[in-house]
């Protein structure tokens, strides 16, 4: 069966349709990519045109077609303890200032979120980052924090939660001993240990609403994700997210991302291995 070309038109319906719908802004030289992510889904849903599938997403809200459309457009690319130096920040500079106040009695426990979570391995990482970390220090329960995962995608959700890795996906990144430690391995497969999983809430999210009842974060990853966005949407979330921050909490980007031109609410840190910012309050 021949690939269906999208028109012009449809084109600018779908990318405006997408960009309502979750923020992602797609400039007008990627058709190709919306043929490419989308030929699959018209072929599912008998569709004859782009135009229809848009119709029926559009005027058929309980159909779930506009998150299909959003989870074919979502990329999900990602691997353990991506780029290293967060969670090095995270291990070597931050957990210990959150340990001094737990110690005095200032903080009782630490809340992290990993907006757009992807299949899983960024919050798993965190887990694994806190467990190794606060088995270090004497005196110290393990059950002191709480990591929020959320992601627009309710498939990669799915996946996430279940937290079942093949072969490749595992070699990503994980180190050998978190390996044997944190993972028992079914058949072709490697499961995450309850250990690690109950320290993570899963929740499908979309970062144009409202942050409110996600509560506030000591520690924000919002990590390779914003660069799909408007630079409309990205000053709007950045506010959300400064908001979501508890007084002096800390954001994470991803390694090509700034704030530079887009927020003056957070203050650029660095570390000898990379740059995290500081919520200004």
């Given at each position: 069966?021949?690939?269906?070309?999208?028109?012009?038109?449809?084109?600018?319906?779908?990318?405006?349709?997408?960009?309502?719908?979750?923020?992602?802004?797609?400039?007008?030289?990627?058709?190709?990519?919306?043929?490419?992510?989308?030929?699959?889904?018209?072929?599912?849903?008998?569709?004859?045109?782009?135009?229809?599938?848009?119709?029926?997403?559009?005027?058929?809200?309980?159909?779930?077609?506009?998150?299909?459309?959003?989870?074919?457009?979502?990329?999900?690319?990602?691997?353990?303890?991506?780029?290293?130096?967060?969670?090095?920040?995270?291990?070597?500079?931050?957990?210990?200032?959150?340990?001094?106040?737990?110690r005095s009695g200032k903080r009782r426990?630490?809340?992290?979120?990993?907006?757009?979570?992807?299949?899983?391995?960024?919050?798993?990482?965190?887990?694994?980052?806190?467990?190794?970390?606060?088995?270090?220090q004497s005196g110290i329960p393990l059950?002191?924090?709480?990591?929020?995962?959320?992601?627009?995608?309710?498939?990669?959700?799915?996946?996430?939660?279940?937290?079942?890795?093949?072969?490749?996906?595992?070699?990503?990144?994980?180190?050998?001993?978190?390996?044997?430690?944190?993972?028992?391995?079914k058949g072709r497969f490697w499961s995450?240990?309850?250990?690690?999983?109950?320290?993570?809430?899963?929740?499908?999210?979309?970062?144009?609403?409202?942050?409110?009842?996600?509560?506030?974060?000591?520690?924000?990853?919002?990590?390779?994700?914003?660069?799909?966005?408007?630079?409309?949407?990205?000053?709007?979330?950045?506010?959300?997210?400064?908001?979501?921050?508890?007084?002096?909490?800390?954001?994470?980007?991803?390694?090509?991302?700034?704030?530079?031109?887009?927020?003056?609410?957070?203050?650029?840190?660095?570390?000898?291995?990379?740059?995290?910012?500081?919520?200004?309050?």
């Amino acid at each position: 069966m021949a690939k269906l070309s999208i028109s012009t038109e449809e084109f600018k319906l779908i990318r405006d349709f997408i960009e309502a719908s979750c923020g992602i802004s797609l400039g007008n030289e990627k058709e190709y990519l919306l043929e490419t992510r989308l030929s699959k889904l018209l072929r599912e849903t008998g569709c004859t045109t782009y135009k229809e599938l848009y119709l029926k997403a559009k005027n058929q809200p309980a159909s779930g077609l506009r998150d299909r459309i959003v989870d074919a457009m979502t990329t999900n690319e990602t691997l353990w303890f991506r780029d290293t130096y967060p969670f090095e920040i995270l291990k070597l500079t931050i957990l210990p200032e959150f340990l001094d106040e737990i110690r005095s009695g200032k903080r009782r426990g630490i809340r992290i979120w990993s907006a757009a979570c992807s299949s899983g391995q960024e919050p798993y990482s965190m887990s694994i980052t806190l467990i190794e970390f606060f088995k270090s220090q004497s005196g110290i329960p393990l059950n002191g924090f709480e990591i929020m995962a959320t992601d627009i995608s309710p498939s990669v959700l799915l996946m996430a939660s279940a937290g079942v890795y093949d072969d490749f996906a595992i070699g990503r990144g994980l180190p050998k001993n978190y390996m044997d430690v944190y993972f028992e391995k079914k058949g072709r497969f490697w499961s995450v240990t309850n250990d690690v999983k109950k320290h993570i809430k899963f929740k499908q999210f979309n970062l144009q609403s409202d942050f409110a009842a996600l509560g506030k974060f000591d520690v924000i990853f919002c990590r390779n994700v914003a660069i799909y966005f408007s630079e409309d949407f990205k000053k709007s979330l950045f506010v959300k997210i400064a908001r979501a921050l508890n007084p002096r909490g800390y954001l994470f980007l991803g390694g090509a991302e700034s704030l530079i031109g887009i927020s003056d609410l957070f203050q650029m840190k660095k570390a000898k291995s990379g740059v995290y910012y500081q919520v200004v309050r």
